[in-house]
């Protein structure tokens, strides 16, 4: 193994995207003090908040930005309330306001360009979640009925591909869609976007209607899929394979669910009846942990399936070479049992390769290449047990999560470190102290897990001392340790955030009379 492949998820987290930009300044640092010969981010799939960080990430890399001036700057010190407000009456919040972000961020008056030499060479896939609100309706190809069913998604995606070569023209062409990813509902209007670039893609996965001017109307992606590590690992799929290389999932999870106390919390035994206000809060955040809980799910049986799996092989192998023994078989008896073997399973993998082709072919959707499993009966036992269980291809998968619970005490929630995650994540928007505190718990965060995890993912005596100490070095610079606003609520805001607060409420009633007015 001479190099760690990184593929990274970024959910939705709205303010609290300052603690997933803590996190990635300080795995970008690192990254930075290893170089690509060891540690490599080639793909980031994202949501909502992450999507606008994942594109900051890229550039970061791919442009040799400074990740820590590049990621406060657009998560501490330009994305404020004060920044964001509007006295227009389509949305609480000005979408220009991200737009403005976007580019002085990534446009090329934003943060500078490093060095071509400390360039990641290795192009960057990214994939951002969006929420299609005309909903598109497929047509689903059925081999056994010869027939197709049609069902309706409001999931919709953005794909892109980053070279050391793209300039900042590029990255303003691609941050619109960033944007509308990163365009909750709750605060901002809705973007309309062209995909005509991508119509034959729509129409040959079987899309009806796709509209004449190829345009549709979106909001925050995190709405429909706020965790997508299912498409993080997609997008590995159409990754070339790198024998020497080993593959890392990592998810930056600003908001992990906690387990509630079964004797005391309010949704649990003889507790009194929630209020509708805390009942329907608790159920917004429902949502987004019960997709990376189906994610993690699936992944564990993924492994558990490539285990199983592989040891049906070695069962047939084992009973042939008994059968052989206690038959007295000659070798060429033997050669010949195992040959029939052999072609038989062929002969099943071949038809279900078959199938699984002419069904990708129906979606619209490329053939990958398949390994010739050769003469060897493992090898084709194998080939044909992951074909038809759909493993064909796959490795196991190992997945890391950074969250403010890796250094949580006993007790401790999530809600009692992170300061912007009151007013449904938008708290932190209110002050930009809330944002440094956040912030700097990313960071910390992931320079504990870069001290006590990766070394396991890097070649044996791989040295981490310089890693760590540009790591420590320019934490040391933020000068935020003692900015910790964990817990914060409505009573840590000051008697002019209370009033912006209250003239942002008395403008969302504006937006909603507004509204009904119009119809």
Known sequence: MSKLRVSMTLPGAISLGAYEGGALAALLVAARALGEDLVVVDSIAAASAGSITALLAARSLLRNVDPVTLLTKAWVELDSFNAMKTHSLDSPLSGDSLSKIAAATVGPDGVPDGPAGGRQQQSIRLSFALANLAGMTYDIPTIQAGT???????????????????????????????????????????????????????????????????????TDGGTVNNEPLGRTIDLVGDIPDDPEAK???????????????????????????????????????????????????????????????????EAVETGVAGAVRKLGLSVEQARTLRGALTDAARTSLDTVRAAQE???????????????????????????????????????????????LLQATAGQRPADLLAGLFLFHFGGFLDIKFRQSDFALGYRNMRYWLEHDLARHLPAGTDLGPARAAVKARYDELGWDDIDWGGAGFGALSGREQLQLAELAFHVGHVVANDIHKG
């Open 358 to 404: 002419a069904t990708t072919a129906a979606a619209g959707r490329p053939t990958r290449p398949r390994d010739d499993p050769g003469p060897n009966l493992e090898n084709v036992l194998t080939s044909l047990v992951e074909a038809a269980t759909g493993l064909e291809g796959r490795n196991p998968i190992t997945v890391e999560v950074v969250s403010p």
């Open 148 to 218: 197709t069913v049609q069902a309706t998604t409001n999931l919709d995606w953005f794909d892109a591909e980053l070279g050391p070569a793209d300039d900042a023209a590029r990255y303003l062409e691609i941050a619109p869609f960033a944007l509308a990813s990163g365009a909750n509902a709750i605060g901002f209007p809705p973007k309309n976007l062209d995909r005509s670039a991508d119509r034959q893609k729509y129409l040959d996965a079987g899309l009806q209607g796709f509209p004449a001017d190829g345009r549709f109307w979106y």
């Open 247 to 313: 593959r890392l999932y990592l998810l930056i999870h600003p908001d992990p669910s906690a387990p509630a106390d079964a004797t005391s919390g309010p949704w649990s035994g003889d507790s009194p009846q929630p209020s509708w206000t805390r009942t329907g809060t608790h159920a917004i955040g429902m949502g987004p942990s019960q997709s990376i809980y189906e994610d993690l799910r699936k992944l564990q049986k993924t492994n558990s399936r490539l285990e199983w799996s592989r040891s049906i092989t």
